[in-house]
């Protein structure tokens, strides 16, 4: 028995220095789960971030049919000879935002881009905040221009 002994410490040092390994493998094993699962994570930043900007421009787009509805009601109204200056001037400003919000939607479009593929997490997410922050605005505007055109349809069409 004493002859196998050196072999069997020699095995059992083996064995320890396997099970080390495999600890380290482990380690390491985890490390780039938690990486990979951080990277995705980051990644979804950036796709929520889109989905959220896109979930705006969604609750305000379908809006362009309404101003638009009452931008023409509008007009036909400016064209009643019966309507005071003060009056056909009031209507001339609330067309004027009406299309400066609809110019708004329009050019907010046509800018509006999702970040390339690649491009830093932190540029991308500041670039989707300014333009969720601009699709607000032109929401904001749209509201706002079409609910004064509604009080003067309300007011000249009785």
């Not at 049919?65 to 001339?92: A, N, P």
């Not at 932190?122 to 333009?131: D, F, M, S």
């Amino acid at each position: 028995m004493l002859s196998n002994q050196p072999a069997l410490i020699q095995f059992v040092l083996k064995l320890q220095q396997i099970r080390r390994m495999m600890k380290t493998g482990y380690r390491i094993s985890v490390l780039f789960i938690l990486l990979a699962a951080f990277s995705c994570a980051a990644d979804h930043a950036v796709d929520d971030a889109y989905a959220q900007v896109l979930a705006l421009h969604d609750e305000v787009m379908p809006q362009m049919s309404t101003m638009s509805g009452l931008e023409m009601t509008l007009q036909e109204i400016v064209k009643d000879s019966t309507i005071s200056q003060s009056g056909l001037d009031s209507l001339q400003q609330c067309l004027k935002a009406l299309g400066d919000a609809e110019e708004g939607m329009w050019e907010w479009m046509n800018q509006f881009k999702k970040p390339e593929t690649g491009t830093d997490k932190n540029e991308a997410l500041r670039y989707l905040e300014t333009k969720k922050e601009s699709i607000k605005m032109v929401g904001t505007a749209m509201a706002s221009s079409m609910e004064s055109a509604q009080k003067l349809v309300d007011q000249y069409k009785k």
